[in-house]
């Protein structure tokens, strides 16, 4: 399976400006070949483009496309026609996931990147060689498994850079302490899971204020300006700080959990959909629970663990994971339920997280009360005991 290794490194004065040059010829061998697809009444396809490019920099207009390494700006062209390749599949129903948009031109002050093949780079004990751009020495905070077949050269927002390797990785397979795992996503509790533990998610309050306060002064600083130039940076400092921070945890989670277990539960959240609530958006939007779920899967594969989603339309917090007793849907305010028929006072999330173990296992079938012949009436009976007991103050 293929794996990304990436480091950052620090760029002399003169390798910033040959790599500020690259990014731009690399922007405009993009940005002029999106235009010129916009404009054809075919599509054409990577060899077209390429010959294109070819007597483009041949041209007075274009003759410094030609200080630059050719593997790059070609390797532009592979990824413009891989983009549009996406949204043609995605559109007629060819490719899973989400709804792919048609590729958009490329501006200067969005992330940078440039795309080195074998061709075009070595690796030399501890340093890293580009055509045209010389010796890089990147912080090496872990060795790379095996020779990498591709190297792209980023520059993010914050004016950072970072060399990402595409490398080939052996799964590792070792035995797990536990047979399987549900866990329950939240926003205040960010995982709950089957055995009783939990898991919360760092606080980003502080950096959001510190973001919204910014942006507000982003808007009233003229365009094009200096000042707001250091403005955007910054924010978009602050951002990365988010962004890291919430990486870190999701890593460090995601590996002890399939580290541990042999199965790992999830299940199926409809993110898009609950984005839309505007009071709850900002938090559900921060807690990245679509990328704790592919680092998951990814993980389960490298270590040879099954993953396992179960459907978002399984009632796991409406039925007892004991007796498999059915109470309906109860409001989100409330935290603590007691079952009607064996009694037990549940956790909410920790109850909905046993459920979507057995959903994931298969031991569904096991509850007799699951099925949906067994709902409840909205109202209790008098003589029943009182079915949901008092809000707990999370």
Same mark, same amino acid.
């Given at each position: 399976?293929?794996?990304?290794?990436?480091?950052?490194?620090?760029?002399?004065?003169?390798?910033?400006?040959?790599?500020?040059?690259?990014?731009?010829?690399?922007?405009? $061998?993009?940005?002029?070949?999106? #235009?010129?697809?916009?404009?054809?009444?075919?599509?054409?396809?990577?060899?077209?483009?390429?010959?294109?490019?070819?007597?483009?920099?041949?041209?007075?207009?274009?003759?410094?496309?030609?200080?630059?390494?050719?593997?790059?700006?070609?390797?532009?062209?592979?990824?413009?026609?891989?983009?549009?390749?996406?949204?043609?599949?995605?559109?007629?129903?060819?490719?899973?996931?989400?709804?792919?948009? =048609?590729?958009?031109?490329?501006?200067?002050?969005?992330?940078?990147? #440039? *795309?080195?093949?074998?061709?075009?780079?070595?690796? %030399?004990?501890?340093?890293?060689?580009?055509?045209?751009?010389? &010796?890089?020495?990147?912080?090496?905070?872990? &060795?790379?498994?095996?020779?990498?077949?591709?190297?792209?050269?980023?520059?993010?927002?914050?004016?950072?850079?970072?060399?990402?390797?595409?490398?080939?990785?052996?799964?590792?397979?070792?035995?797990?302490?536990?047979?399987? =795992?549900? =866990?329950?996503?939240?926003?205040?509790?960010?995982?709950?899971?089957?055995?009783?533990?939990?898991?919360?998610?760092? %606080?980003?309050?502080?950096? %959001?204020?510190?973001?919204?306060?910014?942006?507000?002064?982003?808007?009233?600083?003229?365009? &094009?300006?200096?000042?707001?130039?250091?403005?955007?940076?910054?924010?978009?400092?602050?951002?990365?700080?988010?962004?890291?921070?919430?990486?870190?945890?999701?890593?460090?989670?995601?590996?002890?959990?399939?580290?541990?277990?042999?199965?790992?539960?999830? *299940?199926?959240?409809?993110?898009?959909?609950?984005?839309?609530?505007?009071?709850?958006?900002?938090?559900?939007?921060?807690?990245?629970?679509?990328?704790?779920?592919?680092?998951? *899967?990814?993980?389960?594969?490298?270590?040879?663990?099954?993953?396992? $989603?179960?459907?978002?339309?399984?009632?796991?917090?409406?039925?007892?994971?004991?007796?498999?007793?059915?109470?309906?849907?109860?409001?989100?305010?409330?935290?603590?339920?007691?079952?009607?028929?064996?009694?037990?006072?549940?956790?909410?999330? *920790?109850?909905?997280?046993?459920?979507?173990?057995?959903?994931?296992?298969?031991?569904?079938?096991?509850?007799?009360?699951?099925?949906?012949?067994?709902?409840?009436?909205?109202?209790?009976?008098? &003589?029943?005991?009182?079915?949901?007991?008092?809000?707990?103050?999370?």
């Amino acid at each position: 399976m293929k794996a990304r290794y990436q480091y950052r490194f620090y760029p002399t004065d003169q390798q910033q400006q040959s790599l500020a040059q690259l990014f731009g010829c690399v922007r405009v $061998v993009w940005n002029d070949a999106l #235009a010129m697809c916009k404009q054809a009444e075919k599509l054409p396809g990577f060899n077209k483009l390429s010959a294109l490019l070819t007597q483009t920099k041949k041209t007075i207009e274009r003759s410094w496309l030609a200080d630059v390494s050719a593997v790059p700006l070609q390797q532009s062209l592979r990824n413009l026609d891989v983009a549009y390749r996406n949204f043609f599949n995605s559109r007629n129903g060819k490719r899973k996931g989400g709804k792919m948009g =048609i590729p958009k031109f490329k501006k200067k002050t969005n992330k940078q990147s #440039a *795309e080195f093949t074998k061709a075009a780079f070595s690796i %030399d004990g501890k340093k890293v060689y580009l055509a045209k751009i010389g &010796d890089l020495q990147p912080i090496w905070s872990r &060795d790379l498994p095996s020779i990498p077949s591709s190297v792209t050269v980023i520059k993010d927002c914050a004016n950072r850079y970072f060399l990402s390797f595409v490398v080939e990785v052996e799964p590792i397979y070792s035995e797990a302490k536990n047979q399987s =795992i549900g =866990i329950d996503l939240g926003i205040k509790t960010f995982a709950v899971m089957s055995n009783g533990e939990k898991a919360f998610s760092p %606080d980003y309050s502080n950096t %959001d204020r510190k973001i919204r306060k910014l942006q507000r002064k982003l808007a009233r600083q003229q365009k &094009d300006s200096k000042r707001r130039r250091l403005t955007r940076v910054r924010i978009a400092k602050l951002h990365n700080r988010t962004a890291d921070t919430r990486k870190d945890f999701l890593h460090k989670l995601s590996t002890k959990i399939v580290s541990e277990n042999q199965t790992i539960v999830l *299940e199926d959240l409809n993110v898009a959909g609950m984005v839309k609530n505007r009071k709850l958006s900002r938090a559900i939007s921060q807690q990245g629970w679509g990328e704790f779920r592919s680092l998951c *899967e990814a993980k389960c594969e490298k270590f040879g663990r099954a993953f396992q $989603v179960i459907s978002r339309w399984a009632p796991t917090s409406q039925v007892c994971s004991i007796c498999g007793f059915r109470w309906g849907k109860i409001d989100l305010s409330v935290r603590s339920v007691v079952c009607l028929n064996c009694h037990t006072e549940h956790d909410r999330d *920790e109850n909905a997280s046993k459920n979507i173990e057995m959903v994931g296992t298969g031991n569904w079938h096991d509850l007799k009360w699951a099925g949906s012949d067994s709902k409840t009436t909205s109202v209790a009976n008098c &003589d029943d005991l009182p079915r949901i007991t008092v809000a707990s103050a999370q």
